[in-house]
Structures are given as structure tokens and as C-alpha cells.
């Protein structure tokens, strides 16, 4: 995975490339050869709300209004008039759920470069704090009258404006380009796959060089997208008792075409029965789809082999979107949690030094997507119970069993305000474990050690409270702190055993990226399938598709 399946972030944080712009692909020029676009796009009044891919329209005086408050200059009125017609005034940015993929991603990427060239003047405290709102509160209903909502959206696509227009060194980006960058329509994925196909065919090295993942996934693209025209594969239908080593009958004939036609099994050998060869490819299909290889039939692989081509093709086509709006380039250390892979990658440029297994948060606590950068080692940690758990667990656990703070090694710090500050000391039983890492966010996101061992053992690690699990948090702190002076692994041991809270500052922070991938190509250009843990495909699928 590392790079190849998502991203690196810079250990120069003063240079930024956005894979939100490689679409500029199509579009890309030097400045000092390309002529002032003063064209404006007409007004497509063929997208309907039927068929939009979003739910939330702007009213064309909304943007008047706009641009006369902010005395924009002419190439920006033009550039800003042009997106929101070829989009007939949708919102790029929110639907009534809230802040889209695109709004998340792109906000996520402007937080950054704010974090490290804090002279991008146009974002404000104000406008932090409004966003701030807007990514962490699930429960706002989105209104497209609403006037905050309408000049955040507007505010966003400005940033999205000034930023292709003078900050890519490479090249200036196309008006076309810029409005093909959040989708207007849904579309159907047969018909989309192949514009990416012929795109990248077109323009594939400009692909590459910008994105190496992106490249990587598109020849997947091309493969599914054939499958697919071509029927699709077989339903395996039956039972996993209907799959014994040996045995030939119609279940397995259909598994065995499934494989083929999908590649796990090569050649033109007639194969009958589940034979070695089948067990093989069986254990090659369950690695690259999140499951634990056995060569056996189980009703989750039954499962995961009957998702329709077509639909694969869509989750390929959605993560290609995903790859376009994440940080780009391979030097210095990085650290990478894909939540769906349940995996941690730890990266030094383009090298993977290693990875391990993650827990992260269960449906109903999402573990947030952003970067960051890991600054802090924390040895021996208290856990700061937050509002939300002290309220729905331990409270009630407290009113039920008085004993219940000293059973978990807790104690009360305060007991001001309307309910009490409780943490739990250090120790074997502390929810954190022996160590945490910190990289200061606004979700209160970290990773750390856990006593819940066991949580490791199972193909599908969603359980904690939005917080990331580690399997092996010594590896973690042994290489984030090798050219620390004092820190061998003799002394980090002794450290995460003292039971007396320490803190490490890092001489130089390691960003941090958390993704949501669910469909990559990985070092060895091995295709990966993730589970949709979060439904963001599902509900991604539905929005972009006919």
C-alpha cells in the first residue's frame, strides 16, 4: 500500500502538490504561453434534480451577491460564474447531509497547508471555526437557503479558484478542468469508466507522474470495465458444505469460472474439481479482499464473490475520486492508517519499513479522515475519559456499583462544572495500554496501545470509540524514536512499565494520514478490495450513478 495505495505526505512541508488538480492532465499549460480565458460556460440547464449529483441548488443572485461583497476581480468573477454553470448552480461542497466527500477532502487539504504557511489570508478564524462546525456535527441539517451555507459554499470554491489559478507551479489550470473537478451528474459507470479509460490513455503519463496510485488502478479500471460490457461473472450459488476439496458439481464449476474470469486462476487448463490449483486462488481472492486465507468456501467469501462486476467497477471509479484529493510527494517519514484495510503503513520516502494491524472506531464513532502530524510519545498514559463516554458509560456504571472508579483504576480530577472530570491511571488495565501518540486534531484522534489483544485476531476491526488501536505500539516508538537520544528499546520497555505518565516530544513531527480507501493496488500490483465499514461507497454509489 504506503505511496502506492494512497498518498505521501512532504517532510518539506512548503511544497504542496494536490491531487485534487490531476485532472489538470487535460488541461495544463505554462502561463507564460496561455492568453487570458475570458469566455464564461454557458448555463447547462440539462442537469434536472433527477439527475444531479447533488441535492442542494444555489440561486444565480446568491452568486452576484457574492462576488459584488468580495469585489472580486474579473478572472475570478468569470472563473467562479463558469463552475456553477456547468454544474447549473449545484452545490460542489454540501448536500443536505452535510459537507460531501469532495467538501471534506478539499477542507482537509486547506486546514494543511494553513498548518504550514499560515499566510493564506484567506482563511480566517472565522472560517476554521464555521468548518469546524460543519465537519464534526452530524446532526446539522444543511439548508441550501441558509446564508452561512451558502457562503461557505461559495467561500470554498473562491479557495478552489485562486488555488489552481496561482499556486500550481507546473502549469495553469483550464477553466474545463476546474469544472470537471467535483461531478455534476449521475452518470452511467459504463459510460464513465471509459472517459477515465480514454483520459488516461491520452494523457497517461501526465497521470502517472502526478499520481503513481491513481496509475496503478487504472489498468483495474480498464480490466472491470471489460468484464463488465462483456456479462460480468457467474453467481456462486449454494452452501460451503457444497465445496469439498475433490468434489465437481455445479456450485464449483461456477466458482471455478468466477476465479478465471477474474483472473486468480490462469491458463487454459480444463479444471473440473477443487482441486490444489482452486485452494490456491481461493487463498489469493480471500488475501486481496480483507479475509483471512484459508482456501476454503465460507458464506462470507460466497458473499464477497457475488458483488457484481458493475459494482466493483463503481467502487474503483469512486476511489480514483477519493486518490484525487489527497497530498502527493514521497519524502521523509509518513505515517498512513487506511481505515477499511485495517492497517497501519509506516513509510520512510518511498520505502514501506513496515506495517501492522489497527482497530478503528466502530460504526456509530467514525474514526475521522485527515492529516495531521504525530509530535508527542506519551509513555505510561492516563486516560482523559471524554464527555461523551463519561456520560453514556461511566457514569451509569457508577451509579450501579459504587466501587466501580476503583475496580478500574479511576479517579475523579474535578468534580466542577455539571459533570465530573474522571480519568483512569496509568496501568496493565488502562483503555490506552502502555503508550499513546499524539498528533494534535480537533476530534481528539490518536493512536495507542490497548489490553483488548484479541480484537487483532478478526478480519473486521471496527470496535473502538474513534480512536486507533495499534497491535504493536513498541515497534511504532522504537522507530519514531531511533535518533532520539536515551530512546534504545531497553529503555522504552521500562518506560510503557513504570506506570508513571512520561512525554516525548519528536525534534521533527511525522505527518500523519488517514484514509478511506477501499479499493487500491499495492506494492505488488496486487488489486485490494476493502469492506465499505462506513457505507461511504454505498452512499457514494447512489449519488453518482444512474
Same mark, same amino acid.
Given at each position: 500500500m504506503g505511496c502506492g495505495m494512497a498518498f505521501a505526505c512532504s517532510g518539506n512541508m512548503h511544497k504542496f502538490i494536490f491531487l485534487f488538480l490531476i485532472l489538470c492532465a487535460l488541461g495544463c499549460k505554462n502561463t507564460?504561453?496561455?492568453?487570458? /480565458? +475570458?469566455?464564461?460556460?454557458?448555463? @447547462?440547464?440539462?442537469? !434536472?434534480?433527477?439527475?444531479?449529483?447533488?441535492?442542494?441548488?444555489?440561486?444565480?443572485?446568491?452568486?452576484?451577491?457574492?462576488?459584488?461583497?468580495?469585489?472580486?476581480?474579473?478572472?475570478?468573477?468569470?472563473?467562479?460564474?463558469?463552475?456553477?454553470?456547468?454544474?447549473?448552480y449545484q452545490y460542489a461542497w454540501f448536500?443536505?447531509?452535510g459537507l460531501t466527500e469532495q467538501g471534506k477532502g478539499f477542507w482537509n487539504l486547506q486546514e494543511y497547508?494553513?498548518?504550514?504557511?499560515? /499566510? +493564506?489570508?484567506?482563511?480566517?478564524? @472565522?472560517?476554521?471555526? !464555521?468548518?469546524?462546525r460543519f465537519y464534526t456535527d452530524a446532526t446539522l441539517s444543511i439548508q441550501a437557503k441558509s446564508a452561512s451555507v451558502k457562503n461557505t459554499e461559495l467561500y470554498l470554491s473562491l479557495l478552489l479558484m485562486e488555488y489552481a489559478m496561482h499556486h500550481i507551479e507546473e502549469g495553469y489550470i483550464r477553466r474545463e478542468a476546474i469544472e470537471s473537478f467535483i461531478p455534476k451528474r449521475k452518470e452511467n459507470v459504463l459510460i464513465l469508466a471509459k472517459s477515465f479509460i480514454d483520459a488516461h490513455h491520452a494523457k497517461g503519463k501526465q497521470?502517472?507522474?502526478?499520481?503513481?496510485?491513481?496509475?496503478?488502478?487504472?489498468?483495474?479500471?480498464e480490466k472491470y470495465h471489460s468484464i463488465s460490457t462483456g456479462g460480468g461473472w457467474p453467481e456462486v450459488t449454494g452452501k460451503p458444505t457444497d465445496f469439498s476439496p475433490g468434489n465437481s458439481n455445479p456450485h464449483i464449476q461456477a466458482l471455478i469460472q468466477r476465479l478465471r474470469i477474474d483472473e486468480y486462476i490462469s491458463g487454459t487448463d480444463s479444471?473440473?474439481?477443487?482441486?490444489?490449483?482452486?485452494?490456491?486462488?481461493?487463498?489469493?481472492?480471500?488475501?486481496?479482499?480483507?479475509?483471512t486465507p484459508t482456501g476454503k468456501v465460507s458464506a462470507s467469501l460466497l458473499q464477497v464473490l457475488n458483488v457484481p462486476a458493475d459494482v466493483r467497477l463503481k467502487q474503483l471509479l469512486i476511489n480514483l475520486d477519493r486518490m484525487q484529493w489527497m497530498i502527493q510527494q514521497p519524502a521523509g517519514k509518513l505515517l498512513i492508517v487506511n481505515i477499511p484495510e485495517f492497517v497501519l503503513h509506516v513509510k520512510d520516502g518511498d520505502e514501506e519499513v513496515f506495517q501492522m494491524d489497527v482497530v478503528v472506531g466502530k460504526e456509530a464513532h467514525h474514526t475521522t479522515l485527515f492529516t495531521g502530524d504525530l509530535n508527542q510519545v506519551?509513555?505510561?498514559?492516563?486516560?482523559?475519559?471524554?464527555?461523551?463516554?463519561?456520560?453514556?458509560?461511566i457514569l451509569p456504571a457508577m451509579e450501579k456499583d459504587k466501587n466501580y472508579l476503583a475496580e478500574k483504576n479511576m479517579e475523579i480530577v474535578s468534580n466542577e462544572g455539571s459533570i465530573p472530570v474522571i480519568r483512569q491511571l496509568p496501568g496493565p488495565s488502562n483503555a490506552l495500554g502502555k503508550v499513546k501518540f499524539l498528533f494534535p486534531n480537533k476530534f481528539n484522534i490518536y493512536f495507542?496501545?490497548?489490553?483488548?489483544?484479541?480484537?487483532?485476531?478478526?478480519?473486521?476491526?471496527?470496535?473502538?470509540?474513534?480512536?486507533?488501536?495499534?497491535?504493536?505500539?513498541?515497534?511504532?516508538a522504537a522507530w519514531l524514536l531511533k535518533e532520539e537520544a536515551g530512546w534504545d528499546a531497553k529503555n522504552i520497555t521500562e518506560a510503557m512499565?513504570?506506570?508513571?505518565?512520561?512525554t516525548v516530544v519528536l525534534k521533527e513531527k511525522v505527518p500523519v494520514c488517514i484514509t478511506y480507501y477501499t479499493a487500491w493496488v499495492d506494492e505488488n500490483n496486487v488489486l485490494r478490495f476493502a469492506p465499505d465499514i462506513y457505507k461511504h461507497d454505498e452512499v457514494m454509489m447512489k449519488r453518482r450513478f444512474l
Open positions: 507564460s504561453s496561455l492568453k487570458e /480565458d +475570458t469566455t464564461i460556460t454557458p448555463r @447547462d440547464i440539462s442537469i !434536472t434534480a433527477q439527475e444531479a449529483y447533488n441535492d442542494l441548488f444555489l440561486d444565480s443572485t446568491d452568486m452576484e451577491q457574492f462576488l459584488a461583497q468580495h469585489q472580486l476581480n474579473d478572472t475570478l468573477s468569470r472563473r467562479l460564474r463558469s463552475f456553477y454553470n456547468a454544474r447549473n448536500n443536505s447531509s497547508i494553513h498548518a504550514h504557511t499560515p /499566510d +493564506t489570508v484567506r482563511i480566517t478564524a @472565522d472560517l476554521i471555526k !464555521t468548518m469546524d497521470y502517472s507522474d502526478v499520481n503513481p496510485a491513481f496509475a496503478r488502478l487504472m489498468p483495474y479500471v479444471i473440473t474439481t477443487l482441486n490444489t490449483e482452486v485452494q490456491d486462488a481461493i487463498k489469493k481472492f480471500e488475501s486481496a479482499h480483507g479475509l506519551v509513555f505510561s498514559p492516563y486516560w482523559n475519559i471524554p464527555p461523551g463516554i463519561l456520560q453514556n458509560e495507542h496501545d490497548t489490553p483488548a489483544k484479541d480484537l487483532f485476531k478478526k478480519d473486521l476491526r471496527a470496535f473502538s470509540h474513534g480512536c486507533i488501536r495499534l497491535s504493536d505500539p513498541a515497534k511504532l512499565n513504570k506506570g508513571t505518565e512520561q
